[in-house]
């Protein structure tokens, strides 16, 4: 049951009347990576990204699918996304009903959040365009500094991921998260810990790991990390919860949460004591606020994590984490750890402290430069 007496984060946002739209396009476009992203599933060496180009009156919405080419980290690809967003869910985006109503038609449609959060995102950014408000605005929240945390890819040795590790500390990240694998794990977290002794410090396994691990997964315990991400399988809760009682060190379910009625279980069984939130994951930002909400009054971290995203991603990313609830570093680091240029300008970049200014201005702030997506598209389709 939702705790009695806190208001709904998202019933103002619910309320919004959809505009007219007079153009939707799908632009895919590839980036090269500064350096490849290694995980227990899968080396990216590349960010495929398909974006949302929403033309209504005159303004200009962008929005990211966080879906890649391949379906190793999640089952939604880019050509699953483009499959439900064309057929449908954009036959479901009807002008004069409102944001809530559109939810409830997506409903019919099972899973496939990410293409999901694309509709979400884009009309959401374009609905601010129009307002003139920045999208953290539109979401209800003042701005404030965002808090900053890398995520390091698997390396090749444990001198790499100690170098790795120690400019992440120079520049002044809020927490360092490491990949780990089975057998690239206990000794490498050992080095950094030793090295680091104080350092906001977590692992990711990406659901490497079986509940026959939890002797070896206690090893951890004694580097007191912040948490350990998604150690068993994508698709598991309950499994997480035995594992969760057999350490101290807290866990956080990552690919297991696809909506706030996912978090509420995992939750009320004590699968996890912390939620990454990606907002593609669980279908747009209004999912995202509800999961936050509904967590963090539980007593549960919540942090928004990553996918390699884009500048359009990104910032949505940060805008989303001035919501009620993001009380943790998320996977909101500076753009020169992917790529060398982004699509959109000014890049990412630590400020004072470590914190993320939102970038000003309407929408999700971040201008997208359409010569810079022009040379990097490799696909684009118009949809409407
Ligand atoms: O598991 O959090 C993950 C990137 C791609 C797919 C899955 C994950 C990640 C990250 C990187 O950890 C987060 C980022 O820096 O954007
Ligand atoms: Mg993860």
Not at 338 to 351: K, M, Q, R
């Amino acid at each position: 049951m939702m705790p009695m007496g806190r208001p709904s984060p998202t019933a103002a946002l619910e309320s919004f009347v959809l505009p007219r739209i007079d153009h939707v396009d799908l632009v895919t476009v590839k980036l090269p990576f500064v350096a490849p992203f290694g995980t227990s599933v899968h080396v990216w060496t590349e960010k495929e990204a398909m974006l949302m180009r929403i033309e209504a009156g005159g303004a200009i919405a962008w929005s990211e699918c966080v879906s890649d080419p391949d379906p190793f980290y999640a089952y939604e690809t880019n050509a699953t996304a483009r499959h439900i967003i064309r057929d449908f869910l954009l036959p479901l985006v009807e002008p004069d009903i409102t944001l809530g109503g559109l939810e409830g038609r997506f409903r019919r449609v099972r899973g496939h959040g990410m293409a999901k959060a694309t509709v979400e995102n884009a009309l959401l950014i374009l609905i601010a365009m129009q307002r003139g408000a920045a999208l953290h605005e539109l979401l209800g929240r003042p701005a404030q500094p965002i808090m900053s945390g890398l995520s390091i890819g698997l390396q090749d040795t444990p001198d790499a991921l100690l170098a790795a590790v120690e400019r992440a500390v120079r520049k002044g990240y809020h927490r360092v998260k490491m990949k780990v694998r089975k057998g690239q794990d206990v000794e490498w977290v050992r080095a950094v810990r030793s090295r680091f002794p104080e350092l906001p410090l977590m692992v990711d396994a990406n659901g490497d790991y079986t509940l026959a691990d939890t002797d070896h997964l206690r090893q951890l315990d004694e580097f007191h990390l912040t948490m350990i991400e998604q150690p068993l399988s994508y698709s598991d809760i309950i499994e997480h919860a035995s594992l969760q009682r057999a350490l101290t060190t807290a866990i956080c379910l990552d690919e297991s949460i696809h909506s706030l009625a996912d978090a509420a279980a995992a939750i009320s069984i004590g699968a996890c004591r912390v939620i990454n939130v990606k907002q593609g994951r669980v279908g747009g930002l209004l999912e995202s606020m509800r999961i936050a909400h509904h967590a963090a009054g539980l007593g549960i971290g919540v942090w928004s994590g990553g996918m390699d995203e884009t500048g359009i991603g990104r910032a949505v990313n940060i805008h989303l984490q001035t919501a009620e609830g993001f009380s943790l570093p998320g996977d909101t680091s500076e753009t020169c750890n992917y790529f060398a240029e982004d699509i959109v300008d000014p890049p990412v970049v630590l400020g004072d402290g470590g914190f993320i200014e939102i970038p000003g201005g309407p929408g999700i702030g971040a201008r997208v430069v359409p010569e810079r997506v022009l040379k990097r598209t490799i696909r684009a389709e118009r949809l409407r």
